[in-house]
């Protein structure tokens, strides 16, 4: 009888990767701590205990998922600027008619994130 070697579970490796994610993309876009809270639905106090390494999003939660969105749009306007954090940051800031606002703002709301996040995704992918 063959023995199994039984894996850890990629689950918390995965949570703390996303928060890690989250907190850079975050910063790279100069999304303060009370505004990266508003984006993850979640409190101040969470996002300090994230950045302290004391709390990792939960798959299961939104605040994951979330997460995941900012990352996404973070790349895609990391992938639109060349890496130019100051013209992501700038673009963020800046009204767009498209979007029908100003995504800084947009991206407090699940809605306006996802929305957001689809933008800058079709964007690039223009032929």
Same mark, same amino acid.
């Given at each position: 009888?063959?023995?199994? &070697?039984?894996?850890?579970?990629?689950?918390?490796?995965?949570?703390?990767?996303? @928060?890690?994610?989250?907190?850079?993309?975050?910063?790279?876009?100069?999304?303060?701590?009370?505004?990266?809270?508003?984006?993850?639905?979640?409190?101040?106090?969470?996002?300090?205990?994230?950045?302290?390494? %004391? =709390? =990792?999003?939960?798959?299961? %939660?939104?605040?994951?998922?979330?997460?995941?969105?900012?990352?996404?749009? #973070?790349?895609?306007?990391?992938?639109?600027?060349?890496? %130019?954090?100051?013209?992501?940051?700038?673009?963020?800031?800046? /009204?767009?008619? %498209?979007?029908?606002?100003?995504?800084?703002?947009?991206?407090?709301? &699940?809605?306006?994130? &996802?929305? @957001?996040?689809? #933008?800058?995704?079709? /964007?690039?992918?223009?032929?």
């Amino acid at each position: 009888m063959p023995l199994s &070697i039984v894996q850890p579970s990629k689950r918390p490796v995965r949570a703390a990767v996303v @928060t890690k994610a989250a907190l850079r993309a975050a910063d790279a876009l100069g999304l303060s701590g009370a505004a990266l809270a508003r984006v993850l639905g979640v409190s101040n106090a969470t996002v300090s205990r994230m950045r302290r390494g %004391d =709390h =990792h999003l939960a798959e299961q %939660d939104k605040a994951y998922e979330l997460a995941l969105q900012l990352v996404r749009l #973070y790349r895609g306007l990391e992938a639109m600027t060349g890496g %130019d954090r100051a013209a992501a940051r700038a673009w963020l800031d800046a /009204f767009n008619p %498209d979007l029908d606002g100003v995504p800084r703002e947009a991206i407090a709301t &699940i809605a306006g994130l &996802i929305g @957001t996040a689809a #933008y800058v995704d079709a /964007f690039r992918a223009r032929v």
